[in-house]
């Protein structure tokens, strides 16, 4: 596995051969970050895993026993550019909560938004708390915006793992990020949105569709690019979705009219819950896991997103330092504490193209760590670009494995989320390595979703809106015909 990969913007990751300049137990160093360089075989042996359980979780039969659980979107078709009006799109997905107004007019798109805070105890309180704060914060938005008296079509981005049973209605199957509101898993969150804005009163709001970030991304970006048939996120977690055959899916219970094909939400974050993946799993995963809020579930999410990276390099770093081996044995309050070394640092760090380690030398006075050597910043770079390096290519694997299963000649996978965006090289590692797993001659390539969560959920619900609008019209011709 080379790390010596130009990143995106002409940096290069710390390589082995240039780590070492001084004198150091150079084997210890190696030998105690090594299970995270995996082989070739293994990714190749990842992808048919991969391709396995996400059939597992299409069939009918397979599905209530699949970890990968792959449920249809009933989002059927990408954009035709006629969309237009006002919608009102919702993000839930983290800490953060956005409500925005967006104004479609062919491909002119202009948006307002504003972000809300979700407060810790709204995070771990009751269902009723989490979605009255919603309601609250559209209402504040709605009246900041003198859209009180108006009636609004609204899409609904809530990204985490459902199982829909119609484009307005999803089933909250477990919380994840941080989230534990009591009441809401298994319940409909259309239902309780719909309820928090009736016991108000004071707005006139319906949710036309529900739909995760992953098809918000690739909605968003297949607005202007209708090539655009994966939606991948790499932020605070990871997943992605895809277009599949109607004939593929098993769990498939709508109507076989055309476009025969559906958006699939793959919940790949899952993988390796039943222990598949054990076989490329670290001690440092293993305690990322252990200490995590989900014990033994989304494991493959561990890997990969940005909630844990910054916590694996930091466990790396704690054992290297504790064997001797940086900062000459002594460490700070700081780095030894779980979840102080931000996922942000890695890609700081990373960023750092010389000799003078400018970024590497703020993130280690941000840790209070008092005595460091040159060496000690080379061996931290080293670390983080093993632990971001074997993260992007554990998601070019998943993207590589849809190529693959999907078979078209030229697929636009669309990519949003904070750790894909702001670190230095993951865009180019996992270029490279889907290149060398997808089968020859297909194309692909990666491009930015702008907003998908807010942008691709009012397109979701202009569709949406779009089709209810022409079937009413219908309806309506043939009352006048009969």
């Not at 991969?50 to 792959?70: H, I, S």
């Not at 297949?222 to 593929?248: F, P, Q, V």
């Not at 990519?415 to 590692?429: E, I, K, M, Q, T």
């Not at 779009?466 to 043939?478: A, M, P, Y």
Request: a negative charge; hydrophobic letters at 35%; aromatic letters at 8%.
């Amino acid at each position: 596995m080379s790390l010596e990969k130009k990143g995106s913007k002409g940096n290069k990751p710390a390589s082995k051969r240039d780590i070492f300049k001084k004198p150091v137990d150079k084997h210890s160093v190696e030998n105690l970050v090594r299970p995270f360089i995996l082989k070739d075989e293994d990714y190749k042996r990842l992808m048919d895993i991969m391709l396995g359980e996400f059939n597992k979780g299409l069939g009918k039969e397979t599905n209530p026993t699949a970890k990968v659980k792959m449920y249809p979107t009933y989002v059927r078709d990408v954009p035709d550019g006629s969309e237009n009006g006002n919608f009102l799109a919702l993000d839930l997905g983290g800490t953060n909560f956005r409500v925005l107004l967006i104004n479609l007019n062919g491909q002119e798109v202009t948006m307002e938004s504003k972000i809300y805070l979700i407060p810790q105890h709204i995070m771990t309180g009751t269902g009723e708390q989490l979605f009255d704060h919603i309601a609250e914060c559209i209402h504040k938005f709605m009246s900041n915006h003198d859209l009180l008296k108006e009636k609004i079509p609204l899409g609904f981005t809530f990204s985490f793992p459902c199982k829909q049973i119609g484009l307005n209605h999803a089933i909250l199957t477990q919380w994840t990020k941080g989230f534990k509101c009591e009441g809401v898993e298994g319940e409909d969150v259309v239902r309780l949105l719909h309820e928090a804005i009736k016991r108000r009163g004071d707005i006139d709001v319906e949710c036309l569709a529900v739909i995760n970030d992953t098809v918000g991304a690739l909605m968003s970006c297949a607005h202007s690019d209708r090539d655009c048939a994966i939606g991948l996120i790499l932020g605070t977690g990871t997943n992605a979705c895809y277009i599949e055959k109607l004939e593929n899916v098993g769990l498939w219970d709508g109507d076989y009219n055309e476009p025969k094909q559906v958006m699939i939400n793959t919940e790949w974050g899952a993988l390796g819950d039943d222990g598949c993946l054990d076989f490329v799993k670290t001690e440092y995963d293993r305690q990322v896991d252990k200490h995590s809020i989900n014990p033994g579930r989304q494991i493959y999410e561990k890997m990969i997103s940005g909630m844990y990276m910054g916590e694996i390099v930091r466990l790396a770093l704690e054992k290297l330092r504790k064997h001797g081996l940086l900062f000459g044995g002594k460490g700070s309050e700081e780095l030894s504490t779980r979840g102080r070394f931000y996922t942000k640092y890695v890609s700081e760090i990373e960023s750092d193209v010389d000799d003078h380690f400018k970024n590497t030398k703020q993130v280690f006075e941000e840790l209070a760590l008092e005595k460091y050597s040159d060496e000690d910043c080379r061996i931290a770079q080293y670390v983080c670009s093993l632990v971001s390096t074997r993260a992007a290519f554990l998601a070019s694997v998943g993207v590589a494995a849809l190529l693959n299963k999907m078979d078209r000649q030229d697929v636009t996978v669309a990519v949003d989320g904070s750790l894909y965006r702001f670190h230095p090289h993951f865009h180019d590692l996992m270029v490279e390595k889907i290149q060398q797993l997808v089968k020859p001659g297909m194309k692909f390539k990666l491009m930015l979703s702008h907003d998908g969560s807010g942008k691709g959920a009012a397109i979701v619900t202009a569709v949406a809106n779009r089709l209810r609008e022409s079937e009413k019209e219908s309806i309506g011709e043939n009352g006048l015909e009969n």
